[in-house]
C-alpha cells in the first residue's frame, strides 16, 4: 500500500532556512502536499504540487520535488517562531490523502 | 462562512459506551473524511464520503459508522468505544473540483 514517511523533529535557529523532507512510496500520486498544524488546531494547507513540476515557490516556501526518488522537500526561508509546528507530507492520485507522520519543527531564538 | 465545524471538542467516555461525533461544513463539498491522529502515526483515514448516500472505508474503519443523508453533515459514530479509540478525530471536506481539503478543530476523545 501507499505509504509516506517524515523525520519527526527538527530544530532550528530563527532566521536561518529549514528543510522538511519527505518520501512516499505511490508512483501514480497526482498531486503532494504540505499541511501545517499549529497546537490544538486542525491542518492548514500550505503548499501543493502537481506531480509533473520539479519546484514550486511560493513567498518564503519553496517545494522541491524528486519523482524519480519519490521524494519531496519543503524549504522554509528566515524561519520564525511563528513557524513553529507539525508539518504534514501527503500524496493523492485520487481523492483520498495519504499522510506522512508529520515533523515538529521547533524555531529557538 | 463558518467552514467545518466539529462537535464535541472534548469528550471523555467509559469503555462501552456508544457516541456521535458531529461534522458540518457550510461549502457544499462534495467529499467529507474522517482522521484520527494518534502520536508519531500521522493521520489515518477512517471512513469517506464522495457525496450524500455513498460511504467508504478508509484505513483504520473497524470500530467506526458513518452515514452521509445531507450533503452537509458527515457524524462518526463509536458502537462500543474502546481504550485503542482515544485519540484526536478530524473531520475534513473537499470541493472535488479543487486540491485542497479544509479541516475541523478537532475532536479530543478519551476513552477509560
Known amino acids: 500500500g501507499e505509504d509516506v514517511e517524515q523525520s519527526l523533529f527538527l530544530s532550528v535557529r530563527e532566521g536561518d532556512s529549514s528543510v522538511i523532507n519527505c518520501t512516499y512510496t505511490d508512483s501514480s500520486s497526482t498531486y503532494l502536499y504540505w499541511y501545517k498544524q499549529e497546537p490544538g488546531a486542525g491542518l492548514q494547507l500550505l503548499t501543493y504540487?502537481?506531480?509533473?513540476?520539479d519546484m514550486k515557490q511560493d513567498q518564503r516556501l519553496t517545494v522541491l520535488l524528486n519523482k524519480k526518488d519519490k521524494h519531496l522537500s519543503l524549504r522554509i526561508a528566515d524561519t520564525q517562531t511563528g513557524d513553529s509546528a507539525i508539518y504534514f507530507c501527503a500524496e493523492s492520485n485520487t481523492d483520498k490523502l495519504i499522510f506522512g507522520t508529520g515533523t515538529r519543527l521547533q524555531v529557538f531564538p | 462562512n463558518a467552514g467545518v465545524t466539529q462537535t464535541p471538542k472534548f469528550q471523555v467516555l467509559k469503555t462501552g459506551q456508544s457516541m456521535t461525533l458531529q461534522c458540518a461544513q457550510d461549502?457544499?463539498?462534495?467529499?467529507m473524511s474522517w482522521y484520527r491522529q494518534d502520536p508519531g502515526m500521522g493521520l489515518r483515514l477512517i471512513h469517506y464520503?464522495?457525496?450524500?448516500?455513498?460511504?467508504d472505508q478508509g484505513e483504520v474503519p473497524n470500530g467506526y459508522n458513518v452515514s452521509r443523508s445531507t450533503t452537509e453533515d458527515f457524524p462518526l459514530r463509536l458502537l462500543s468505544a474502546a481504550p485503542s479509540q482515544t485519540s484526536v478525530y478530524f473531520c475534513a471536506s473537499q470541493d472535488r473540483g479543487l486540491n485542497e481539503q479544509f479541516f475541523g478543530p478537532g475532536t479530543r476523545l478519551t476513552v477509560l
Open positions: 504540487i502537481f506531480s509533473n513540476m
Open positions: 464520503s464522495v457525496g450524500a448516500g455513498i460511504t
Open positions: 461549502m457544499n463539498h462534495e467529499y
